[in-house]
């Protein structure tokens, strides 16, 4: 039985390591086809939209992950209220997003059109693609309970 749980963790651990290598090499040829078709400027852009975009995933991810804690652990008592605890949550999300959004609509536009360095006719396409950004996320963090 022991063997048996070493040989797929081994296996597991090559499928692993083989993944990352694959993704490694598609991500090295991916940049530098974007970094050809998109030029220095376009693409200095492009990793700070994507940068930005990355964080908000992540903070996305970490509260859905907490929530979901939170409603499990409620399932796990007897006289839990789930619905509490999600009207709670969904309400602290709203909160977080509107939140996140002033910060963003303020702090984060006076930083893109003052302190970001772009040419100005790169300028709408930045604010275009900021304001999706913006949105979707705060959509993505309403939606995540």
Excluded at 11 to 39: D, E, H, K, P, Q
Excluded at 83 to 100: P, S
Aim: aromatic share 12%.
């Amino acid at each position: 039985m022991m063997q048996g749980s070493n040989k797929r963790i081994a296996v597991n651990t090559v499928y692993m390591y083989a993944r990352l290598l694959i993704s490694l090499f598609i991500g090295l040829y991916t940049s530098r086809v974007v970094l050809l078709v998109l030029g220095v400027s376009d693409y200095g852009l492009f990793n700070i939209v994507g940068g930005i975009l990355t964080v908000f995933t992540f903070i996305t991810g970490a509260l859905g992950v907490a929530t979901s804690r939170f409603l499990n652990a409620e399932m796990g008592k007897k006289d839990g209220d789930v619905n509490k605890v999600f009207n709670l949550n969904q309400t602290l999300h709203v909160v977080f997003a509107i939140v996140l959004f002033i910060l963003a609509e303020t702090i984060g536009l006076w930083y893109l059109c003052h302190k970001l360095v772009l040419a100005p006719n790169k300028l709408n396409d930045a604010l275009f693609v900021y304001q999706v950004t913006i949105i979707t996320t705060c959509l993505g963090i309403i939606n995540s309970p």
